[in-house]
């Protein structure tokens, strides 16, 4: 499959202005060859620093999703994270939401590293160079969250949160209040969470 039917078929829709633009890079390399390298070098810059702060939207957006899931009340000496939480369906489909914008989030990231790899390598091919040796990836590109970043801080946390959160609203219909372990692993997860937004 070409890569741009996977990006277009792959994309969020509702994101799809903020991706990468891949077809309109490709134009871009069949320029002349001299005009082509400046003008591919402005437009993969824009295109990055679109990405970026879009990126840089979604990581707030998340942030504040895991903002109503619990307040630290314990410090200091404390051995794990206290919270005070209420375990409901309310909160539970809260977190489902919480996972599928990670999820998106995720995929978001991972296409566009993607594009930028795809992009490069065409324009090494067109040119006959390399372009990170010899003109060099802009700055933005390490600025850019990758999507090992986002499985490993932001959807494995959310995942034992919302695994942890169905297990107590399961546990919890008729009891007072969920068992003090599985308090204590969501806590954790929680704060494992917030650690990854920050």
Known sequence: MKFAKRLQDES???WCSHYLDYKMM??????????????FCDTLQGQLLKVLTFMSGQQQAIKDDIAPL???LCGGDA????????????TDGHCIKLVEHIQRFHQFALLNHMAIRKIIKKFDKRFH????????????????????????WLLD?????LRLMHAMVQLGHGAPRP???????????????RAGAE
């Open 26 to 39: 490709k134009k871009v390399l069949k320029h002349e060859h001299d005009e082509a390298i400046s003008i």
């Open 79 to 90: 051995p794990a994270p206290c919270i005070t939480l209420v375990v409901d369906e309310d």
């Open 157 to 161: 946390p959310a995942q034992h949160v």
């Open 179 to 193: 068992p003090d372990r599985p308090l204590r692993q969501l806590g954790f997860w929680i704060a494992e969470l």
């Open 70 to 72: 619990g307040q630290e």
């Open 129 to 152: 160079m390399d372009f990170s040796r010899t003109i060099g990836l802009p700055s933005t590109t390490r600025q850019l969250v990758n999507e090992r970043d986002v499985y490993a």
């Open 12 to 14: 969020y829709v509702e």
